[in-house]
Each structure stands twice: as structure tokens, then as C-alpha cells.
């Protein structure tokens, strides 16, 4: 749901995104959480949509996703290329973070792939879904802030 905030005597929508990692969870866990917070829409944004996790590969996550009453969207455009994921890997969230806005967002398909994922998270609301469970170690952060400037509020679940 929108959250409702007063602005000069008028009330005023704001546009709100969600973000998880799904490292400890199972796919149940992951669905409650979402339906919890009003979340209608699941954009995973894994660059690689398998997991070794059971139920979070792209195929039984979408599934699951559906069964329970939500969307799911995969937007591999907007993951982390592999030279990032290694950074990660390694705990170095500051080079991660470079490669993935040089490599990704700062380029004009990765501007595009962010315009459609704020259209999105404008039409319903919607949770980043990656594996890392510390958002501050993961792209997912990185897009939280860019949909920040874009007047998006962001709620890590």
C-alpha cells in the first residue's frame, strides 16, 4: 500500500519499494513476508535466475510467487554482472557496487531497464528480491537508492 503523507494542507501518495534477500528463507517464508507488507509484485533482479536454494530458482520461485497470489517479474538487465557478484562474494560491497553502476546502470540499457522497473514499482507495489540477506552488500541496495532519487521510499524487509 502507498504510504499517505501530508503536504501543504493536501495529502499526497508516495510511491514505496521493498527489498528482501531470500538467504535463509524458504519460499513460503518469502511469500508471507511479501503479502505482510502489501507487496503485490516480486521483481527478482538476479542477473542469474538459479539458485542451489530449493523453491528459488526462476521457474519454482515464479510459480510459488503465483500460487500465493503475487506477481513475479525477472529482470536480468538489471543484475549484478559477474565480476560484481565476485566482489560480493569476496565482501568488497564498495567494488561491487562500482562495477555494477559502470556496467549496468550507468549505461543507456541499464537507464531503460531502471525507467521500466520505477514504471513498475509506480503501477503496484513491489519488493527487489536478490539472495544476500544484508541489503548494504547488495546491488538491490544500489537500485533502492537510484528509485530514491526518483521519489521512491524504500523499506528493506
Do not use: W
Amino acid at each position: 500500500m502507498p504510504v499517505l503523507k501530508r503536504e501543504s494542507g493536501h495529502t499526497a501518495v508516495s510511491k514505496q519499494i521493498f527489498t528482501i534477500g531470500y538467504e535463509g528463507l524458504d519460499s513460503e517464508q518469502l511469500a508471507g513476508i511479501l503479502h505482510e507488507a502489501g507487496v503485490s509484485l516480486l521483481a527478482d533482479v538476479r542477473a542469474v535466475a538459479n539458485s542451489r536454494k530449493r523453491g528459488f530458482s526462476k521457474g519454482a520461485l515464479g510459480a510459488s510467487l503465483r500460487e500465493a497470489g503475487l506477481g513475479y517479474a525477472h529482470l536480468r538487465s538489471l543484475g549484478t554482472p559477474k565480476a560484481g557478484r565476485q566482489a560480493a562474494r569476496a565482501g568488497d560491497a564498495a567494488l561491487m557496487r562500482r562495477i555494477y553502476c559502470e556496467e549496468v546502470l550507468d549505461t543507456a540499457d541499464g537507464q531503460r531497464a531502471l525507467d521500466d522497473l520505477a514504471a513498475m514499482a509506480a503501477a503496484a507495489p513491489l519488493c527487489l528480491l536478490c539472495f544476500e540477506r544484508d541489503p548494504a552488500l547488495c546491488h538491490r541496495r544500489v537500485l533502492a537508492e537510484r528509485l530514491a532519487s526518483r521519489g521512491f521510499s524504500v523499506a528493506d524487509l
